[in-house]
């Protein structure tokens, strides 16, 4: 008979599931007295080992965690969850739980005793355990964050213990340690299709227990637990190999509620809680799905280690092979530890490496950008590595490695800043990392609402005053317009350079340099139109590094509005001129006018811009409302390709 090879494992903190039962006969007919002591001693209790993870120095409790949670049915009312250092610190807090007046109404039906384990089946994991990974890398800290693992704050909980068949035909223990690898590796590609849904503690309990693991799983949505438990149950690991203890299904609660419990009241009663019930995450806390402490399964069918227990959802780590963004027990380095810098502009840190939205990402993710003087083939095939792993994630939008000016970048975009924070702690452990930014990416969902006598408003006064002679107007653009004396033709090269990567997002017009009328100035105007105001003074952190640039429209003192037609029929352009030249005859008598220019686009001759400067918005107004405009634009509409359309400077 061949002797088969166990997988190496480490082991961290001890678990203890602690179950009770409320004698509820006991309760009801107790004297209020008593009972208010039982709550208070209770809350006590729950509140000093819960506290466990606020203080640097727990003392006689040991170092760990405790959280509470219901149990839903007839099995047990409450459970809860002790994971510490020892056996003994375990069994203290078992017994101090006897000691409270409340212990005089419960029961323990059951129990569940562990040990947090990492172990591998991987190349990767074997050089871990064999002291070959630095402690700082990433796969160190994420096995020890795993081995010493977080109680994340989802709003639902189950727990079950499992076995490994050991039947004559389903032998689990009888099978090549290369088959075992293939069924746990197979197992966890379910796991990754539940990450930021569901994440899980994994406990070995062999010698301990009845079964050989814990499995302990959290999610906000409890149907996310049944689905994934549905689908792994037709995986062969699960189908010949696994073996299932009673299950226990509940909700997590601060111990401050405890007296809400034992009323019969929904638990628990804060509003955040009740957001967690509804789908939502308690705290806000979110990795690299987007959830509270939600991670992606691992490669082999584990959260925790690769212990045997490939039955369990691997749907809160990564795999052990790599350094990658982990689970809800930890593993993953601390964002903070990455310390970049908040870059506002970072889509144009992007578009110079050629990644544009629309195109490679959409508006409202997050992105990061670091550069690295490591060598670029090396610098491509650890982010390769990365890059496998990130892509567990639904929230990766991609990671990649382009060459600028001399050195490597590496560009990654998630859907969410918390995601894109998490692979920071990854990204910047890089070889030869010198510079780090991160940001968002388009527009953010801030509800800001818009200060009055802003761009709505005047559109508004716009159309209650039919200045558009009763004819549909074309769409309202936002403007940015700077002023350059630098040569027309550098200029135009510059700018046209600079086109080509506007072109690549959605909320881009045009953008074209505009000579005065008949040379009548030495400065040219550089006009770049944009759909939304946050787009076009994202474009004018490009612009404003145009050569020799000497002022932007709007700026100083007054009231800027500019008035474009899109193309003014050839056969009209005389005309229009002059009729522009007699409007502005009428301009300079008019109070609060100080100067109206007519610009002519340098590759269309038929494409002209007006810019107006006024002492005041109210000045500009009564402009716009007077009878020689409408006619202007009544009579526009004859001798223009298309429709005119109001600019706002951004």
């Avoid at 039962?21 to 208070?40: G, L, M, N």
């Avoid at 438990?229 to 010949?240: A, H, I, V």
């Avoid at 019969?264 to 509003?271: I, L």
Wanted: glycine share 10%.
């Amino acid at each position: 008979m061949t002797q088969r090879d166990p997988p190496p494992t480490e082991e961290g903190w001890y678990a203890l599931h602690d179950f009770r039962t409320i004698d509820w006969d006991a309760w009801r007919s107790a004297p209020e007295r008593k009972r208010q002591r039982a709550i208070a001693e209770g809350i006590e209790y729950l509140q000093s080992h819960v506290a466990l993870d606020d203080v640097s120095d727990p003392g006689e409790f040991g170092g760990g965690r405790t959280a509470i949670f219901t149990v839903v049915g007839h099995k047990a009312d409450l459970m809860i969850v002790h994971l510490r250092q020892t056996v003994g610190h375990l069994e203290a807090a078992e017994r101090r739980f006897e000691q409270t007046a409340l212990a005089e109404f419960t029961e323990q039906p059951t129990s569940y005793l562990s040990v947090t384990e990492a172990s591998g089946y991987t190349e990767r994991a074997r050089e871990y355990f064999e002291g070959e990974v630095d402690d700082d890398s990433g796969l160190a800290q994420y096995i020890q964050q795993r081995l010493h693992p977080e109680i994340p704050d989802a709003g639902h909980v189950c727990f079950y213990p499992m076995s490994k068949r050991r039947q004559p035909e389903q032998n689990w223990y009888d099978l090549p340690f290369d088959e075992r690898a293939e069924h746990m590796a197979r197992h966890g590609d379910i796991g990754r299709g539940y990450g930021g849904k569901v994440n899980q503690m994994i406990a070995s309990s062999v010698g301990f227990d009845d079964y050989e693991w814990g499995i302990t799983l959290w999610a906000d949505d409890p149907t996310d637990i049944k689905d994934l438990l549905n689908e792994m149950r037709f995986d062969p690991s699960s189908s010949k190999f696994a073996e299932f203890g009673p299950f226990y299904f509940g909700k997590r609660f601060p111990p401050e509620d405890l007296d809400a419990l034992l009323a019969g009241e929904p638990v628990p009663t804060d509003s955040e809680a009740a957001s967690a019930e509804a789908g939502g995450s308690p705290h806000g806390e979110s990795h690299p799905h987007g959830d509270t402490n939600g991670h992606g399964g691992s490669d082999h069918g584990h959260a925790h280690g690769q212990t045997d227990a490939d039955e369990h959802p691997p749907t809160e780590a990564e795999d052990e092979s790599s350094d990658h963004p982990s689970g809800s027990s930890g593993g993953r380095p601390d964002p903070g530890d990455a310390d970049l810098d908040v870059d506002d502009e970072l889509e144009g840190k992007l578009a110079n490496l050629g990644l544009f939205p629309g195109q490679d990402y959409d508006e409202g993710t997050f992105g990061l950008v670091f550069y690295s003087e490591a060598d670029a083939a090396d610098l491509a095939d650890e982010v390769d590595g990365l890059r496998g792993n990130f892509d567990h994630y639904d929230t990766h939008v991609l990671t990649t490695v382009r060459a600028n000016e001399g050195r490597a970048a590496i560009a990654s975009v998630w859907e969410t800043e918390s995601a894109a924070d998490t692979a920071a702690g990854f990204l910047n452990d890089l070889a030869g990392i010198v510079e780090g930014y991160r940001g968002p990416l388009g527009e953010q969902d801030d509800d800001e609402p818009e200060a009055a006598g802003t761009d709505d408003e005047i559109r508004g006064q716009l159309a209650e005053d039919d200045i558009y002679a009763g004819t549909p107007r074309g769409e309202d653009v936002f403007a940015l317009v700077l002023y350059s004396e630098a040569d027309a033709e550098t200029l135009f090269d510059e700018v046209d350079g600079l086109r080509d990567s506007f072109d690549h997002y959605d909320s881009h017009v045009k953008t074209a340099v505009y000579d005065t009328r008949d040379d009548a100035s030495d400065r040219s105007a550089v006009v770049s139109l944009w759909e939304t105001e946050k787009a076009a003074e994202k474009a004018a952190g490009f612009l404003s590094d145009l050569p020799e640039v000497v002022g932007r429209a709007g700026e100083g003192e007054g009231f800027g509005t500019m008035g474009m037609f899109y193309t003014v029929k050839p056969d009209y352009r005389e005309e229009f001129t002059e009729r522009f030249d007699a409007v502005g005859d009428l301009l300079a008598d008019m109070e609060g006018h100080r100067e109206t220019a007519l610009l002519v686009n340098r590759e269309d001759a038929n494409d002209m811009f007006i810019a107006s400067q006024w002492d005041s918005q109210d000045d500009a107004m009564a402009f716009f409302r007077s009878e020689e405009f409408s006619e202007t634009v009544s009579w526009g509409q004859e001798v223009l390709d298309d429709r005119p359309r109001h600019v706002f400077l951004a």
